[in-house]
Every structure is written in C-alpha cells, then in structure tokens.
C-alpha cells in the first residue's frame, strides 16, 4: 500500500455555524452534522460504522461524565463510542489509529462547541490553570496569552503590526465563507487600537466563542475504494501529536513546540522534506493572532511568518495560503471543534467545493491545532487528495 | 435534511457549579510553601541532569529522576522572562510577570510593582514578601516582585 494512502476522510458534516445558536441544543447540532455527513459518505450509520469517537470536554459541557450524552444524536447507541478530552484533531488521530489497528474499516469523528451556552467562559479558562501555582485570583486568564504573545515577539522578531495583519487577513478571508460568521474589513490599526486585553493582546486578535458541530466520517484505503460515490476521498498521510509541559513557569513561549515536533513527524509520515514546496495550503491555529504566526514557523512554512504574512505570500493567492476559511479570527473559536472545523474545510478545498474560496487545483494541506491557554499541546496532520 | 430552525423561544436552564476542592500540594509543593512561609525560595535538583525545578518537583520531566535535593534559589539572579498588563472587571489593571531565575527550570508567576518608568524584558527584579503575620503559605505570599538596580 502506498505510504500516506492508507486511510481516508470519506464524509465530512457541519451544523451550522454561529455565535449564538439559540433554541438549539448541542445535541441537535450533533445530529444535523452527523445527518450531512453520513448522506456526503454514503453510508447508512447503524449498519456501517464500527467505531465512534466524540472529542469534547465536561468543563465546556456544563457536565460532569458528558460522554455518556454523546452516543444517540451521531448513532451510536450500543456501538463502540469513546470520548477523547481533547482537541478534534487528536480524534481524527484516534480514527486514524482505530482504522489501522483493524477496530473498524469505518470510523466517525465529532467535536463541537455550544459556547453561548457558557456564561462563564473566563472561569472555565482560569480552572486549566494549575491550583497552587497558575491561578491568580481576580486576574483575567489570557494573563498567559500576554505573556506569551510578548516573550514570543520578542524572540521571533516579528510585530505587534504582523499580529494586526493576521487578524486583518483573516476576518477578509472570512467574508467569502458562508459559513463564517466574523468575517469583516479591518485595517491593522483597527485591531491595534482595539481595548487591550492583556497587552500586548488587543481584543480584535482574540478569536470570539461561536457554535457548531462537526463529523468526519473516516476508512480504510479498501472501504474508501468500495465507498467511492461521488467523493473523492481526502487521504490522512500522516497524523501526529504532542505535549509540552503543563507547567506555566517552565513553558517556553517564544516557540510552539508541540507544533513543530507533531509536524516533524506528520511530515515524516507523508514524506514531506520541504514543506515550503509540497504544501499548498494551511488551516492552523489562530486562537490568538499571534499563534498563527507562532504556528506557521513551527510548521516550516515561513522563517519570518511576520513579514510572511504582512507582505501578502499567505493570502489566498499567496505562495502558501493561510487560513483561506477565515481561520478562528474570522469563523469563531469552537474550542475542541476548532480543529474539526479546519480539517472541514480543508476537505472541502482539496475536494474542489469551496465556493469562492477554492483554490487553484489543491492536492496537499496541512491541519494544526493548539488546544489553547493554559495548554502546550497540539496535532499536526497532512491531508491529500 | 431540512435545516433544523427555532420558531418559538425554547427555554433555558440556568444553573451554575458550586464545586469545592481540596488541592493537595503534594511533597514536593508542601514543603516549597512551607519555606515560602518562612521567606525562603527553594528549588528541587535533579542529581542526574542538574536541573533545578521552581516550583520544585519531586520528579526531573528530562531524565525522569525522582528529586531529593533541594537548593536555595539566589535570589539577586531573577529577572522578568515576560509580563503583560492585565484588564481586570473591576479596579485598575494589574502588571504580572513571569520571573525567572540564572540556572533554573521555570520561575514563579507574580504581580509587579508599578512604577512610573515602563518594565522591560529581562529587567531584574526580586521577591517582596508580604508581612509574616500575614503570610498564608500560598504563592500570594510573595506581595509583589519589584525592580532592582544591582
Ligand atoms: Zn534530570
């Protein structure tokens, strides 16, 4: 079997996405996911699947025990389903491994986000921290992307300005995604005279909370070939992940190492040696403005992501595309599902049905995550066509 | 698949957490604040790889050692690896830091003291400790770290 093609995105599903979706439970977002995409699949789900994996976390839940909610809105009552307390790409990873293992030849992944159900969203973030050493009471917890941002700009080099650019990029990108619901037309001093947040983090670099459901309906190299109806299938070439430490004090800001060793091995496995070349475009994390940067280089897509961005090459018709969706600047944060919603659309690119989004003939792209403050951890993937 | 809408305003629960927990500090945390108590920074030594860990562990991540030394931390050595100045939902902002120190793996996070001339990346500062009456063993003992001039 040829490397890079043994297992295979052959359904993808999304609710729809908001800021607020109200009236609707996360249940009913899961359900209308699952229902796009098992119908883009082709499969009929409680006769085909043999392995269910929802990636979702209690705190964001509102409940303790929420995987036990998980199994009958995506069909998986009395069928093997686990939960993963972590990002929706590390669930893919999971499908990947179920595939390959023999679990099953067909394998769902879900994540999603029912933030605006959250009305303490800062609590939630300060609760990531560490008891005795990471919480300081009464102090906004993106204290840490403060830190961060500062310690990371200025070992990189890059600006505050190229943070701005990101974020202007991004909400752009946004407004030709149908889907994208913070899509806008800012200048850099927008953003940069937006309330500081914790400085140097201004407002309009932090992604804003939305709500949403995704599935991914994934199989073996054999399956995907039995399946082919009316998808091409979108093929995981490779998958990989890490964790730094949990540590505040012993973090390094200035480097995202969980993204450049993931993709040091994601790359491996698809055989990529130079990304710059073999990559045609990106869907990574831009929780915060400057993570995309921090992403980027960890990546090895640009040495100076700054001016890498700021000078236009990671614009839909730039040498490396980034973010073309909008990003989470432009679609929202979906915490857990951010990832999915990436790997969602970057399906729909490599299959040539991103509307106004498509790109020129996309064969290769590369998925990241970050699952965000107080977190070190993130997965890096390759999808090809 | 017809798309799922809400016509009508379907009602929501309110409702919130009242969860309380005893964080147990663990050997290594126990005594760190212990000391912390008493005015004095200590960081745990991995004999293996010569590590010192602030807030000391009783295990090294690198070399996976358990830890049975301990170190005092020199204080005249920290300075502010980086700080931001934080929006709070009541009050004025507040400066915190990341402060760490020559020759140690990690540092303490803490508030720094204002003053009128900007902080800087790499300025050195050190730890100043609340009173000791009003010390509780908690990494807020240390009030606030404030520039020096060495
Ligand atoms: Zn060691």
Not at chain 1, 31 to 53: K, L, P, Q
Not at chain 1, 327 to 332: D, I, Q, Y
Not at chain 2, 7 to 32: Q, S
Request: hydrophobic share 35%; proline share 4%; glycine share 8%.
């Amino acid at each position: 079997m040829p490397a890079g093609r043994e297992v295979a995105i052959v359904g993808i599903g999304a609710s729809k996405f908001d800021s607020v979706t109200s009236g609707i439970s996360y249940k009913e977002l899961m359900y209308e996911a699952a229902v796009h995409a098992y119908s883009d699949a082709g499969i009929d789900v409680r006769n085909d699947v043999g392995s269910f994996i929802c990636c979702a976390e209690d705190f964001w839940e509102g409940n303790s025990i929420s995987d036990e909610y998980m199994p009958d809105q995506i069909g998986a009552k009395l069928r093997p389903l686990f939960t993963v307390c972590g990002d929706g790409l590390l669930g893919l990873a999971h499908a990947y491994m179920h595939v390959l293992a023999g679990v099953s030849d067909l394998v769902v992944v879900e994540s999603h986000s029912k933030l605006s159900d959250v009305t303490s969203k800062d609590l939630v973030e300060d609760l990531g921290f560490d008891p005795h050493f990471g919480r300081i009471p009464g102090v906004e917890p993106k204290y840490l992307a403060g830190l961060e941002m500062r310690r990371y700009l200025e070992e990189s080099g890059n600006t505050h300005e190229d943070c701005a650019s990101v974020v202007v990029k991004n909400k752009r990108n946004a407004l030709r995604n149908p889907r994208a619901v913070y899509g806008d037309n800012l200048s850099n001093q927008d953003v940069l005279a937006s309330e500081e947040i914790a400085s140097p983090l201004t407002k309009r670099e932090i992604s804003s909370p939305a709500d949403g459901s995704v599935v991914v309906v994934v199989a073996s190299a054999a399956k995907a070939r039995r399946l082919s109806g009316k998808n091409k299938p979108v093929w995981v070439s490779g998958i990989s992940w890490f964790s730094d430490t949990p540590n505040v004090e012993e973090m390094d800001l200035g480097q995202a190492l969980y993204a450049s060793n993931s993709a040091r091995k994601a790359y491996e496995m698809a055989r990529i040696r130079k990304p710059l070349t073999q990559i045609d475009f990106a869907e990574i994390d831009d929780t915060y403005a400057y993570k995309e940067l921090q992403h980027i280089e960890a990546l090895g897509l640009a040495k100076r992501a700054g001016k890498f961005v700021s000078s236009g090459k990671a614009d839909p018709d730039g040498q490396i595309p980034i973010n073309v969706s909008g990003g989470s600047l432009g679609m929202g944060s979906f915490v857990e599902a951010s990832a999915l919603v990436r790997a969602y659309e970057s399906a729909l690119q490599l299959r040539g049905e991103a509307g106004k989004m498509q790109l020129h003939n996309p064969k290769r792209c590369v998925v990241q995550s970050w699952r965000g403050i107080p977190t070190q951890s993130g997965v890096t993937a390759v999808l090809s066509i | 698949m017809e798309k799922i809408t809400s016509e009508t305003k379907i009602g929501v629960v309110k409702d919130h957490i009242p969860l309380k927990y005893n964080y147990t500090a663990g050997v290594a945390g126990d005594r760190f604040l212990q000391l912390l108590k008493q005015g004095k920074l200590q960081a745990s030594q991995c004999t293996q790889c010569h590590k010192l860990y602030l807030p000391p562990k009783i295990f090294c991540k690198d070399c996976f050692s358990q830890l049975n030394e301990w170190k005092d931390v020199a204080e005249d050595s920290a300075y502010v690896y980086s700080f931001t100045s934080v929006k709070k939902e009541e009050g004025p902002r507040e400066l915190i830091a990341l402060v760490k120190f020559d020759g140690v793996e990690g540092g303490l996070l803490g508030r720094l003291k204002s003053s009128r001339e900007e902080p800087r990346m790499g300025m050195k500062v050190r730890p100043v400790f609340k009173q000791k009456s009003e010390r509780t063993g908690e990494l807020s003992d240390i009030e606030y770290f404030e520039k020096v001039n060495y």
